[in-house]
């Protein structure tokens, strides 16, 4: 298994400002993935976190507004820039330590845009 | 391309009958599956998993799922509903390929009556 650590847990921002949510993991693992829940939705993969390259975005979803960054294999960043009140969800990171194996997510951050 | 679907948005069941939630799946091949729950205002937890060995998979709080090739089907079933199960939950495939992605269907709501 593996824990997860997501900060801030919440946070209320003024729209046109950038947030940067960090993940990090107790141990070692090979697949970070980032995910948006809006209200009420399900989950939405935004990309994969690539250690020591770019992320791998999926269709909707680019680099300029949401910037990721993975330092290492226990560490990952997600920035929701220039935010509208449209970006207000829940983001998650999540875990993979094998392609059989669940997925493990942290507790989420609650952004609401003002 | 992979993809799932849960056939009711919303369940409801009285306290101590059975519960059904229902997810059908497309894959081009044999499929890692999985159910997870999430309660209002908590993260997502892990009710059990298919990846290839037995067919029907038990999990934790008494959850069931039957993995039908025949029918794509990855129906989550309960012999007796506990207030404690209301949630909403998720059925989830594994993206084709060792990128690891996990595709979520849209849920469902599983409400218990007394």
């Known amino acids: 298994s593996a824990v997860i650590s997501q900060k801030p847990s919440r946070d209320i921002c003024q729209r046109g400002t950038s947030l940067t949510i960090q993940c990090q993991v107790d141990s070692q693992v090979t697949m970070m993935f980032w995910y948006r829940q809006q209200p009420g939705q399900s989950l939405t993969l935004i990309a994969t976190?690539?250690?020591?390259?770019?992320?791998?975005?999926e269709s909707g979803f680019v680099i300029d507004k949401f910037p990721i960054s993975r330092p290492n294999l226990t560490f990952s960043t997600l920035t929701v820039s220039n935010m509208s009140p449209e970006d207000s969800s829940i983001y998650l990171c999540?875990?993979?330590?094998?392609?059989?194996?669940?997925?493990?997510f942290g507790q989420g951050t609650r952004l609401t845009v003002v | 391309a992979q993809s799932v679907t849960q056939l009711d948005s919303h369940v409801s069941v009285s306290e101590g009958t059975p519960v059904l939630l229902r997810c059908n799946y497309s894959?081009?091949?044999?499929?890692?599956l999985f159910w997870y729950v999430q309660h209002p205002n908590k993260g997502l937890q892990l009710l059990l998993k298919?990846?290839?060995?037995?067919?029907l998979v038990k999990g934790i709080n008494g959850f069931e799922a039957e993995f039908k090739k025949s029918e794509t089907s990855f129906h989550l079933t309960k012999p007796s509903a506990h207030m404690s199960d209301a949630a909403e939950y998720f059925c989830v495939v594994a993206y084709s390929g060792n990128t690891g992605k996990l595709i979520f269907g849209q849920g469902t709501t599983l409400q218990v009556k007394p």
């Open positions: 999540s875990v993979r330590a094998g392609l059989n194996t669940e997925a493990f």
């Open positions: 976190a690539n250690q020591g390259s770019e992320a791998t975005y």
């Open positions: 298919y990846t290839s060995a037995a067919t």
């Open positions: 894959s081009s091949y044999s499929p890692s």
